[in-house]
Every structure is written in structure tokens, then in C-alpha cells.
């Protein structure tokens, strides 16, 4: 079976770009989160979906995060507009049932914006 | 203070030597306990999965989970360098999120 996949896999944009990342859960699963990974910040859940209804979006740092999904098989973290203090690495992580405990990652976004 | 703490080391050992590495948490609802290896530039993956208090061994890896203490502990024996990587703990209380460490860096030299 085929990972979580995540493209793009770096992305490089300047300030006040929109960036879209785009995430494809394991085929089955029921649920997806996107989390974002810095130095100094560790592993933060930003926003999750179960069965593509979002559910708690809480970690999204502003209203210039927005994240949809609208099937079960893709999902989008879109950035508008960009600015450095964003760059970090984006992971998407998904899970079989909205109950199941273990999550499985894709290789992440690597985002810098200059 | 932080839910979950972790160690961020850097931790350098030679190879064979055992390794110990810690998570202390404050939250006690925390029920499921899990350890994740990551690898420079690439996504977590599972390692270890730790339901309640006690041990579970898998090969060269072992996870001890402490709850009166809120301590969780993540051991490798005979360590080689292919474990070098960074070491996440995470928990659960029951509910859909993941409350993760912000790892801890092991590198294992010939």
C-alpha cells in the first residue's frame, strides 16, 4: 500500500504568496490532520478532518490558514498570504477510524518563504 | 509548562552502547503512549505503542510506561547507527489528538 503522500515535497516562495500543500491519506483511512514542525516549536497539530468534516482547527495560527478536504482521498493546507515566520516543515498524517490512536505520516513540505 | 517534555540532546553514543530516552508529561488522563522515529528530512514513523502503565519489547527496543510518575521511557539495546534519528514521544488521552514531545536527537558513531 502506498504512504500518506504530500506534495510538493520544498516549496519556495516570497512573502505574500499564496502556497497550497496538498496531502493524500492512506486509501481506507478516516482520518487526516496536518501538523507543522519547527525547531523551536517541536510537532503542532494545526487542523484535523474525521470522514472530511473538520473537526478541530484550533492549532491554525490565523485566518491566513485555511484547509478543506473535500473527499475522502485529497486534502489541501493553503498559506494566503505567506509570510517567513511560516516556514517550517508540513506534515499530513492520516488514520484508520476515527477512534484509532496511531497516526501515519508522509514525508512533509518543506516551506520556506523569503 | 509544556504538556509533554522532552529532552532535545543532542545525544552522541558509540555503537553497542544502550540508550535511554525520556518523556515526562503532566497531564494524567494521558492513556496510550507512543514513540516515533524520524529520520533527517523524512516523516515520523511508529516505533513503539504503549497502552497504560508497563513494558513492551520489540526486538532491541523496549517501552516503559510510568504513570504514577507521568513518566514514559523509550530503551535501545546493542544501538547501531542506522538508529540514528530523532525520537519523538507522543500521548493520547482518549481523545483524537496526538500531544507530541519536540524530540530528542540521538546519533550512534561506528
Same mark, same amino acid.
Given at each position: 500500500?502506498?504512504?500518506?503522500?504530500?506534495?510538493?515535497?520544498?516549496?519556495?516562495?516570497?512573502?505574500?504568496?499564496?502556497?497550497?500543500?496538498?496531502?493524500?491519506?492512506?486509501?481506507?483511512?478516516?482520518?487526516?490532520?496536518?501538523?507543522?514542525?519547527?525547531?523551536?516549536?517541536?510537532?503542532?497539530?494545526?487542523?484535523?478532518?474525521?470522514?472530511?468534516?473538520?473537526?478541530?482547527?484550533?492549532?491554525?495560527?490565523?485566518?491566513?490558514?485555511?484547509?478543506?478536504?473535500?473527499?475522502?482521498?485529497?486534502?489541501?493546507?493553503?498559506?494566503?498570504?505567506?509570510?517567513?515566520?511560516?516556514?517550517?516543515?508540513?506534515?499530513?498524517?492520516?488514520?484508520?477510524?476515527?477512534?484509532?490512536?496511531?497516526?501515519?505520516?508522509?514525508?512533509?513540505?518543506?516551506?520556506?518563504?523569503? | 509548562?509544556?504538556?509533554?517534555?522532552?529532552?532535545?540532546?543532542?545525544?552522541?553514543?558509540?555503537?553497542?552502547?544502550?540508550?535511554? #530516552?525520556?518523556?515526562?508529561?503532566?497531564?494524567?488522563?494521558?492513556?496510550?503512549?507512543?514513540?516515533?522515529?524520524?529520520?533527517?528530512?523524512?516523516?515520523?514513523?511508529?516505533?513503539?505503542?504503549?497502552?497504560?502503565?508497563?513494558?513492551?519489547?520489540?526486538?532491541?527496543?523496549?517501552?516503559?510506561?510510568?504513570?504514577?510518575?507521568?513518566?514514559?521511557? #523509550?530503551?535501545?539495546?546493542?544501538?547501531?547507527?542506522?538508529?540514528?534519528?530523532?525520537?519523538?514521544?507522543?500521548?493520547?488521552?482518549?481523545?483524537?489528538?496526538?500531544?507530541?514531545?519536540?524530540?530528542?536527537?540521538?546519533?550512534?558513531?561506528?
Amino acid at each position: 500500500d502506498a504512504g500518506v503522500i504530500q506534495s510538493p515535497r520544498h516549496e519556495v516562495t516570497e512573502m505574500g504568496q499564496e502556497v497550497t500543500l496538498r496531502c493524500k491519506p492512506i486509501s481506507g483511512h478516516n482520518s487526516l490532520f496536518w501538523y507543522r514542525q519547527t525547531m523551536m516549536r517541536g510537532l503542532e497539530l494545526l487542523i484535523y478532518f474525521n470522514n472530511n468534516v473538520p473537526i478541530d482547527d484550533s492549532g491554525m495560527p490565523e485566518d491566513r490558514f485555511s484547509a478543506k478536504m473535500p473527499n475522502a482521498s485529497f486534502s489541501t493546507l493553503k498559506i494566503q498570504p505567506s509570510e517567513p515566520r511560516d516556514s517550517a516543515v508540513y506534515f499530513c498524517a492520516s488514520r484508520r477510524g476515527t477512534s484509532a490512536v496511531i497516526q501515519y505520516f508522509g514525508a512533509g513540505t518543506r516551506l520556506s518563504v523569503l | 509548562q509544556k504538556e509533554v517534555e522532552q529532552d532535545p540532546g543532542p545525544l552522541s553514543v558509540p555503537e553497542g552502547a544502550i540508550v535511554s #530516552l525520556n518523556c515526562t508529561y503532566s497531564n494524567s488522563a494521558f492513556q496510550y503512549f507512543m514513540w516515533y522515529r524520524q529520520y533527517s528530512r523524512k516523516g515520523p514513523e511508529l516505533l513503539m505503542y504503549t497502552y497504560s502503565s508497563g513494558n513492551k519489547e520489540d526486538g532491541r527496543f523496549t517501552a516503559q510506561v510510568d504513570k504514577s510518575s507521568k513518566y514514559i521511557s #523509550l530503551f535501545i539495546r546493542d544501538s547501531q547507527p542506522s538508529d540514528s534519528a530523532t525520537y519523538l514521544c507522543a500521548m493520547s488521552d482518549n481523545t483524537d489528538k496526538l500531544i507530541f514531545g519536540t524530540g530528542t536527537r540521538l546519533q550512534v558513531f561506528p
